[in-house]
């Protein structure tokens, strides 16, 4: 069970570089969603899968409805 959340939650960070356009955002948000909600579904009464499902929407949906003029993060530290 612990392993299952480690990977799902290395794929969520995978997909948290995603996120150019609000399909992508969407995307991204219920991906980076699913693995925190499996995490969060661990660890409290809910199962994996059900946590997994309540943060996809969760995250789908904020992914979806961000703007991408209010994302502003700012020039990467690498540049």
């Known amino acids: 069970m612990i392993r299952l959340s480690i990977?799902?939650?290395?794929a969520a960070l995978a997909l948290s570089a995603c996120g150019s356009s609000t399909g992508d955002r969407?995307?991204?948000?219920?991906g980076i969603g699913?693995?925190?909600g499996a995490v969060v579904g661990a660890v409290t009464g809910l199962t994996i899968v059900q946590g997994a499902v309540i943060g996809a929407a969760a995250g789908?949906?904020?992914g979806a409805l961000t703007d991408e003029d209010t994302?502003?993060?700012?020039k990467p530290f690498w540049e």
């Not at 990977?7 to 290395?10: N, P």
């Open 60 to 62: 789908g949906l904020t």
């Open 7 to 10: 990977v799902m939650t290395a």
């Open 34 to 36: 699913a693995g925190a």
């Open 71 to 74: 994302i502003d993060l700012g």
């Open 26 to 30: 969407g995307l991204s948000g219920a």
